[in-house]
Every structure is written in C-alpha cells, then in structure tokens.
C-alpha cells in the first residue's frame, strides 16, 4: 500500500441480491467509482475493503452506502445512479438529505439525481413559490422533473389537473402544415411528454387520467382565454414562446394554480430579430415574491456524459460567434 493510504474494515451488506446490483455486472460499477476517486475496492462475497486516501475512501465508502440503500428499495443501479451519487461528493460537502416523491403504488420513486436537481425539485415543492422556471440545456432533467411533480400531485389529489403546454414551434415546423386533425398533429409533437407521464404512472393509470380530462396537453395557443384554477400548468420549450405568448400564458394563472415554465434560451426556433419570451420573463421576473429561478447548466446533465461535453462544445462556439 502506498505512503498516506488507508486500508478501512471490512464493511458487510446483508443483502446480497442489493449488493450484486451495487457492484454492477463484472463489477463495473465499482470500477467506475475506483476510476474517479482513485480508490480500491474489494468486494467478496457480500462484504467490501477500501484503499485509498482517508478523503476519497470516505466518499467512497459514502457513495456505497447511498448505491446500497438505494437498491434495497429497488432501485435499478447502474452508470447513471453511480454518476448521481458521485456528484453528490464532489465538493466535500456533507451528505445531502434527497427528496423522494411517490407515484402510484409505488409505481416509481423519483429522486434528485444531482445537487442541482435537488435544489430544483426543493424549489417545485415549495408551495410559497406559485411560479417556478427551470432553464438550461437539454438531458438536465428540468421537464421530467416538473411534470413528474404534478403527477404526484394529481395522484395525490392536491390538484384536479395537470396541463401541459409547447409553442407550436420547433425547428421551423409549424402544426398548420402537417396532416391529420388535431390530435394526429399534436401527438407526435407532445410524444416527449406523453413518455415522462408513462414511466412516471404506467399505462394504464395515464389513459385513464387522460380520459377523465385529470392530464391534458396542448400547444401553447389553447391557453388563450382560460382560467387555469387548481392545476399545475407545466409550459415545457419555453424558449419558442414569444414575449406576448408568455405574457399571456403567465396570466391564465387562476385560484389554486401553480406554473413551471422550462426550456434553454440558448436554443430558441424563432425568427432571428424575434426575442425569446423565456428570456425576458426571467430577466424581469427573478426576484418577485412567489417566483423561483432555477438555471441548469451543462455540469447537470444527467443523460450519457457525452451530452455534458457536446453542450459545452455548443456554448463555447456560441461565445465564441458572439465575440
């Protein structure tokens, strides 16, 4: 053993079916936590050894701790749960306390999977804030989030429905120029949504919420005229919506009714001398009484870490033009 490492005790898990699935297939999840801290990790039969700097056994031993809990509560552990609980660790601080909702009998328990995302989900469930914006690049989980939130809410009776709202506006397609009646045109559009509302409820809760007129998504131009009261209202690719769209949708706001609004001003499909209303509704908003500003950057992504890089790669050719 190297000068200034330590060789912890033996540390047991009794439950070995959760133990396997922390270690990963071929130990791959282990591999992966000696790769970033620089560590040892021994693992027979049921039981673990660290080697390594006092400091980075410590984090360590801490992320198995938390892969382990999280597995005997069925948690599926793989890369991306290793990658959340390294995040956790990665200033030194101490270890948080995750906020866990609950779907559906227990249908799937969603937890923040990053420091960010925690800060993000402690600001949704805040009832002193009525309006909450959650910006920054795509694969930080801002959406999923938001409209996870409002299922539980829904499931829970805290709010007779969950509306979701886009601009009808992606990439220079409007939903005019495509074919079939309305429904074949927005479903393709909202297929996104329609996919974070099934793994948050399961099928068949999700139809038959649908059905009962509890969950109801629609391009942003169906918000004109109503009163939204009692509901969450999640206003998902904000960054397509006008400054008169925003102001309009940020108005149907009625007794009981909360709003996320999400999406990455950086990457707007409006016209060029058109502003984002995103944008300005957060420039002249942060900081008014019932409102929080979340802002996500390309550190928060949770998808492949490829993700992570290709932002940054974006972001910087983007100053760079703008030098």
């Not at 990658?83 to 937890?111: I, K, Y």
């Not at 008014?288 to 910087?316: M, S």
Request: net charge neutral.
């Amino acid at each position: 053993m190297k000068l200034g490492q330590i060789e912890t005790p033996i540390v047991e898990f009794p439950d070995l079916t959760a133990f396997r699935m922390v270690c990963g297939i071929n130990h791959s999840n282990l591999t992966y936590i000696e790769q970033k801290l620089n560590v040892i990790l021994h693992a027979p039969g049921g039981k673990m050894l660290f080697e390594g700097a006092q400091t980075q056994v410590d984090k360590a031993r801490q992320i198995i701790r938390r892969l382990y809990q999280r597995a005997l509560a069925g948690e599926t552990i793989g890369e991306p749960q290793v990658r959340s609980e390294l995040s956790f660790t990665a200033n030194d601080e101490a270890e948080p306390t995750l906020e866990h909702l609950q779907f559906g009998a227990g249908r799937r328990s969603v937890s923040a999977r990053n420091p960010a995302q925690q800060i993000y989900l402690r600001m949704l469930m805040d009832q002193k804030n009525d309006l909450v914006f959650g910006i920054g690049p795509a694969g930080t989980g801002k959406t999923f989030l938001a409209i996870a939130y409002g299922a539980s809410l829904l499931l829970a009776k805290r709010i007779e429905r969950l509306i979701v709202a886009r601009p009808a506006l992606e990439a220079g397609e409007r939903l005019g120029f495509l074919p079939g009646d309305l429904a074949e045109k927005v479903d393709p559009y909202m297929i996104p949504i329609w996919d974070a509302l099934h793994q948050t409820m399961g099928q068949q809760m999700l139809d038959r919420l649908r059905e009962q007129g509890k969950i109801e998504i629609a391009p942003l131009a169906f918000m004109r005229g109503r009163t939204l009261s009692d509901a969450l209202v999640v206003l998902d690719e904000a960054q397509n919506a006008s400054i008169a769209q925003m102001q309009m949708v940020l108005t149907r706001l009625g007794e009981g009714g909360r709003m996320v609004v999400t999406g990455d001003p950086g990457q707007s499909d409006l016209p060029r001398a058109q502003r984002s209303g995103l944008a300005h509704a957060v420039q002249i908003l942060d900081g008014i009484k019932g409102i929080g500003v979340h802002q996500f950057t390309a550190n928060d992504v949770v998808r492949h870490p490829l993700v992570a890089r290709i932002v940054r790669a974006y972001e910087a050719d983007q100053k760079h033009e703008t030098q």
